[in-house]
């Protein structure tokens, strides 16, 4: 078998249709033999064995808890059975010619051992938080924590040395793919042991191309390949606390994994500073907006208010700093 789709999902009952509904067409426009393999996330609604029982082509493996995307996807992966893996969330739709594409790309090179596409937002507009980034390191980190990035990186010197995004000139062959749509060969795959799985939901995929390159592969992400990203489907289920929560353990638990001791506890620090820079900068802008809205607020309100963003912050700094991963063999 040439291909297997592997695809995450949990209670996604209107844009998950469509994903397999665009894999199904994309395979039979490739002119491959392939599968699907739905991990059906402790899903309520029992949608995807309802997909299951519409084609031949999907299978539908059930997990009765929320396990995560690196365990999930490492489960489906062992499961299926294609020489080359894509995979791809329940929110993102294959375009026209786009696995094709991606497909020909693994093809014209031994080297390459993954392909992505361009992800695009519904109105068709290119989603760049995704493209082009380099390994995470303590200037981008800091730059991104104080949301500077942004702004930073319209400029060639600020963006090169304060950001974590690269040069327009290594766009075809970056760093790192977005886990979102991600093609790999599977005996690629299997020799880099799949997805560390303690990365919960954050920088699984980093952590897989930093593993990739250091092994001496490239990646390469095909610029004429456009894939439809809705984004947010499992985050815009969590509400924003756990969001932090999990992002501030796994960049911690990422410098762990991938650095020195020192420089650990260093990054540690300074984004730990970083991250009270921008709380207290977040707060005292809130505040002052408040205050506008409300101008016969009491103080003792406001210093309520305060002291809670206080307390929330606190809690992200201890719950990011438990947990990190130890250096593996991965």
């Known amino acids: 078998m040439d291909l297997s789709v592997c695809i995450l999902t949990h209670s996604q009952p209107v844009l998950l249709p469509q994903c397999v509904a665009s894999c199904v067409r994309e395979i039979e426009r490739a002119g491959v033999s392939g599968e699907i393999v739905i991990v059906d996330n402790a899903s309520s609604d029992g949608y995807p064995e309802k997909l299951a029982a519409s084609t031949p082509m999907v299978r539908v493996i059930r997990s009765e808890e929320n396990i995560g995307f690196a365990v999930a996807n490492n489960m489906?992966?062992?499961?299926?059975?294609?020489?080359?893996?894509?995979?791809?969330?329940?929110?993102?739709?294959?375009?026209?010619?786009s696995l094709e594409l991606m497909m020909a790309a693994l093809k014209s090179d031994p080297g390459i051992a993954a392909?992505?596409?361009?992800?695009?937002?519904?109105?068709?507009?290119?989603?760049?938080?995704?493209?082009?980034?380099?390994?995470?390191?303590?200037?981008?980190?800091v730059a991104e924590f104080t949301g500077r990035d942004l702004a930073w990186r319209l400029k060639r010197w600020t963006r090169d040395w304060l950001t974590m995004w690269d040069s327009p000139e290594h766009a075809a062959e970056p760093q790192q793919l977005s886990g979102a749509c991600f093609l790999v060969r599977r005996r690629v795959w299997d020799q880099m042991g799949g997805f560390d799985e303690r990365f919960h939901y954050v920088l699984d995929d980093t952590d897989l191309c930093f593993r990739l390159r250091r092994a001496g592969w490239r990646l390469r992400c095909v610029q004429a390949a456009r894939v439809t990203h809705y984004g947010g489907s499992?985050?815009?289920?969590w509400d924003r606390l756990e969001q932090q929560i999990n992002y501030y353990k796994?960049?911690?638990?990422?410098?762990?994994?991938?650095?020195?001791?020192?420089?650990?506890?260093?990054?540690?620090?300074?984004?730990?500073?970083?991250?009270?820079?921008?709380?207290?900068?977040?707060?005292?802008?809130?505040?002052?907006?408040l205050v506008k809205r409300h101008p016969k607020i009491s103080l003792r309100d406001v210093a309520r208010r305060a002291r809670g963003r206080l307390a929330l912050l606190w809690f992200l700094l201890r719950a990011g700093a438990t947990q990190a991963p130890q250096p593996s063999r991965h």
């Open 76 to 97: 489906a992966v062992k499961l299926s059975r294609g020489e080359n893996v894509l995979l791809l969330n329940d929110d993102a739709i294959l375009q026209e010619g």
């Open 234 to 237: 499992t985050f815009g289920r």
């Open 115 to 141: 392909a992505g596409p361009i992800l695009v937002f519904p109105d068709g507009t290119p989603q760049f938080m995704y493209m082009n980034k380099r390994f995470p390191n303590l200037r981008g980190m």
């Open 250 to 289: 796994c960049i911690y638990a990422y410098f762990r994994k991938h650095s020195s001791f020192p420089k650990y506890l260093l990054a540690r620090v300074v984004l730990g500073l970083a991250i009270v820079f921008r709380f207290s900068e977040v707060t005292f802008w809130e505040t002052g907006r």
